[in-house]
């Protein structure tokens, strides 16, 4: 009964002048619909930040239309689903990225420059430079620095595992695969990393402050999620079964982040869960009149999703980070099943139809919970649910540290999830009598593999659990594979060689290109003359016919000095420090960890002042001008970290200040590293460092993104480097240091007889306090010297330096480095997201295509 015998649907379409247009006309025209009535401002007058929320606002209605007909199409076909368990994603700003996978970046710019706006200022393309400074100077508290801000970056994670997440989840919408990523919401997100005279300090990230528009909060969309309490043994239908009586429960509510695809209209979901206190009344306490009391206990349901724990190494006893693994699990599996039982009337075609991929061991306890539900709450019995359960998971790791190999106490265990441990033993049990049959009485083999650890505290060891229960266990390099297989699983891979495989990470060039360095994406496209690449990037391979070629060389170089310019402005107006734009942009920006050697980049940098200081004045004509670049957040309990950072401040403070030297050489650190800054930092390199000592980088993702933005690789023959190598070729790479199967040897001869005398040097200025704090860095020299040089600073001095020397005669050709260059960039084809996804979705995953109609 619709006006003129239409259809619901037609007439509702009508009703909403079909879809919204992406023309300049009507992004404006919904850009001060949104100033006037969702941030409740006049259309006559509006302030940047104003702008930027109406902006926000006009490309979220966009995205929400996309999201709901993708979901609508996913409901419609079916198909076998991939859900993407994290525990952390680390997805930065979301403005631009979405806009240049919406194709409107062009229209935004010039519907906002009629009304007298700048997009990219509103994009915050340039990160706050004034701010930086302040903080520096005055201290400003965090909100302060907040009011400068557009948008904050949503920094749910540390380093990169938690990007490749953010990566992972834009190919996985590009190439329309039907994919959700499950995560929580963190109230605050990774530190703010504040210097002060030299020292990190770490300040909250309180990111929601300013509403966030990037999220659906779906308050319908919520499910109880339980903790403590006791097991009892039950029948049910005639059946013995076990029950669960618990002791606390939190509601998850979800928070829906639409993630668009480029291209395409697919539009997938990320849902991350906040806790809220459960609607469930406690009778008791109200009765008793302790309502004030009973009304606080509930709101402490809410610390569960409050903060992101920094990278800590080793995680051992925290029943807080427990139950946010457990909260997020429970939440998404119950979301998960909630889904196929909505079309499904019983469990076998479960793994057909869902793929649970874990990402590390941090969402692992979803294994149990799912055992649990197939168990006690659908009473499949175990056979069955086991026959399911082995179907469904895929495990990654990504890490070769045995620290970071979680473990959980069993007595916390017993304490928060009774029932989950009880399984757990279970699993265990069956697994180890299987074990016997195959390999016998090998008892320490047995207990190497067994979940359960023995010994004064029981731990379960969360990667064997992960290992026994998945169908496939990942890698996320080639080399990271090897290292699996002969030193961290070998007792498991012995067992199912076939569980083994590796993906090699990629990231995603629409982030890492055509968002971060939008001139050289015009600059491809150009030669290319097409912009297939950026959903097809194996078409960039045919930028090497080019590589020689004087006039992309000319604008190569141009775009190159245009994002240095940046990276300059940027280091004056933080630091105070005048950069020339003539010198070689030296760059290394990651979580600061002994592996991952900053402080073999610090040492090289005293060398070459040393050097520079010791020189004739003539001689230094020759030397190759640097600024050399440090960024990246120290774990707030890890010394040696945090005394890495202050001797890189104490060493640029003497450099800086040494006019005798001027531009031949500064030493920058960037504060508080993250994914904004690092959009910014990465297309303004020349060369970047990735120095990690061999046999201890899984993977490495920073490489890649300084690959595909033309920087030359200073690198170890570790992690994805070795991939790098094979399609870059070594003589466009500056490659040094000991290989992956020397380090066990070369730790073995006492390090001090290895060590150059330019090291014993160097080390001796920071010992002798050349650089003040000598006492304080007493301690970090230690680490390197006396026979305890674990990371084989010393050992490996000689040949970094010789790479330096390299990197610096290539860079005097500017011929030569310009084509090495565009090499570079050409060769990072293979280092896409969208062929580790594409990889995954085959091998692993077995899940296909599901492309909503334009
Ligand atoms: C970690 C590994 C990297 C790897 C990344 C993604 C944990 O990240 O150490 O080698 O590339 O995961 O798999 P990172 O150290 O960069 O924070």
């Known amino acids: 009964g619709f006006v003129g015998g239409k259809s619901k649907t037609e007439r509702m379409f009508e009703m909403m002048d079909g879809f919204l247009k992406n023309d300049p006309d009507s992004l404006q025209k919904d850009i001060l619909h949104h100033v006037e009535y969702t941030v409740a401002r006049s259309r006559f007058s509006f302030d940047d930040f104003e702008a930027y929320q109406a902006l926000s606002h006009s490309v979220r209605d966009r995205l929400i239309e996309r999201w709901h007909d993708t979901q609508q199409h996913f409901k419609k076909k079916d198909p076998k689903r991939l859900y993407f368990l994290s525990l952390e994603f680390l997805m930065g700003r979301s403005l631009s990225n979405s806009v240049v996978n919406l194709g409107i970046r062009d229209q935004c710019a010039e ?35 907040m009011l400068f801000l557009k948008e904050g970056d949503a920094a749910l994670g540390n380093g990169g595992l938690a990007r490749l997440s953010a990566c992972q989840m834009d190919s996985l919408a590009t190439l329309d695969y039907p994919a959700w990523g499950y995560g929580l919401r963190y109230q605050y997100g990774l530190f703010r990393q504040i210097i002060l005279d030299g020292f990190q300090h770490e300040q909250p990230d309180y990111w929601l402050n300013f509403g966030n528009p990037w999220e659906i909060e779906r308050v319908h969309v919520s499910y109880p999620v339980k903790f403590y309490g006791t097991v009892k043994e039950d029948v049910v239908n005639g059946k013995e079964c076990k029950v669960w009586i618990p002791g606390e429960t939190v509601e998850a509510v979800a928070y829906d982040n639409p993630i668009p695809g480029y291209g395409t209209r697919n539009t997938i979901t990320l849902r991350l869960w906040a806790a809220k206190p459960s609607d469930g009344c406690d009778i008791e306490s109200y009765n008793t009149g302790d309502y004030i009391n009973a009304i606080v206990n509930r709101q402490k349901a809410e610390i569960i999703s409050n ?60 294994i149990a919970e799912l055992m649990r539900v197939l168990l006690d709450e659908e009473h499949l019995g175990w056979k069955k649910s086991w026959n399911i359960l082995k179907q469904v998971f895929s495990f990654t790791t990504h890490t070769v540290l045995p620290e970071a190999l979680e473990k959980v106490p069993v007595d916390l265990f017993q304490n928060v999830l009774p029932r989950h441990l009880e399984i757990i033993y279970d699993i265990n049990f069956k697994f180890m009598e299987e074990l016997k049959e195959k390999i016998g009485q090998d008892y320490a083999r047995l207990s190497r593999m067994s979940i359960v650890e023995e010994g004064a505290v029981k731990n379960i060891r969360v990667a064997n659990l992960s290992i026994v229960c998945s169908h496939t266990v990942n890698a996320v390099s080639r080399a990271h594979y090897e290292l699996l297989k002969t030193r961290v699983f070998t007792d498991f891979y012995e067992l199912w060689p076939e569980k083994f495989q590796f993906k090699t990470n990629g990231v995603t060039q629409r982030r890492w290109i055509v968002v971060s360095n939008p001139s050289l994406c015009a600059l491809i496209s150009k030669w290319l003359g097409t912009e297939s690449w950026i959903s097809d990037i194996d078409l960039l391979a045919r930028l090497r016919e080019y590589a020689s070629n004087p006039d992309l060389q000319k604008e190569w170089t141009m775009v190159k000095k245009t994002n240095k310019m940046r990276v300059a402005e940027y280091i004056e107006a933080m630091s105070g420090v005048k950069v020339s734009l003539d010198a070689m942009f030296d760059v290394q920006v990651k979580r600061i960890h002994e592996y991952k050697r900053q402080l073999l980049n610090i040492l090289g940098v005293i060398h070459r002042y040393d050097c520079i200081k010791n020189m004739e004045k003539s001689e230094r004509k020759k030397v190759v001008p640097r600024v050399c670049i440090i960024g990246g957040k120290a774990p707030p309990g890890y010394e040696i970290a945090k005394k890495i950072i202050k001797l890189c401040h104490a060493v640029a403070e003497t450099i800086n ?29 020349d060369l970047s460092q990735h120095i990690s000592t061999a046999g201890h980088e899984a993977s490495g993702t920073g490489s890649m993104k300084f690959l595909m933005n033309g920087c ?36 073995e001869k006492d390090s001090n007889v290895k060590a150059p005398l330019q090291f014993m040097r160097v080390l001796r200025m920071v010992r002798d306090g050349y650089f003040g704090f000598k006492d304080y860095f007493k301690s970090l020299c230690d680490t390197v010297e006396n026979g305890k040089d674990f990371y084989l600073l010393g050992s490996d001095f000689a040949s970094y330096l010789e790479a330096q020397a390299a990197a610096d005669r290539a860079y005097v050709d500017k011929k030569k480095w310009n084509e090495m260059s565009i090499l570079c960039t050409a060769g990072s084809a293979r280092f896409s997201s969208d062929r580790t996804i594409e990889d995954y979705a085959e091998k692993t995953w077995g899940i296909q295509p599901c492309k909503c109609p334009f």
């Open 307 to 366: 903060v992101l724990y920094p990278d800590d190494r080793s995680y051992q006893g925290k029943e807080l980070r427990l139950k946010q693994q457990y909260f997020f699990v429970s939440a998404s599996m119950q979301d998960i099943i909630r889904r196929f039982k909505d079309v499904h009337e019983n469990f076998d075609d479960f793994p057909d139809k869902v793929a649970l991929q874990l990402n590390d061991t941090h969402p692992s306890i979803s």
């Open 712 to 747: 030359l690789l200073l690198a170890t023959a570790d992690g994805s480097t070795n991939e790098i190598i094979e399609e870059i070729g070594a003589e466009n790479m500056f490659i040094f240091g000991a290989k992956i199967h020397e380090v066990q040897a070369l730790r």
């Open 657 to 685: 200040n040494d006019e005798d030297v001027g531009d031949l050489l500064k030493l920058v650190f960037i504060p508080d590293y993250n994914v904004s800054v690092a959009e910014l930092v990465i297309p303004g390199s």
């Open 111 to 145: 519907a906002l420059s009629e009304l007298g706006f700048e997009y990219e200022v509103l994009a915050e393309q340039v990160v706050n430079l004034i701010v930086c400074y302040f903080c520096e100077i005055f201290y400003f508290n965090y909100l302060s620095y």
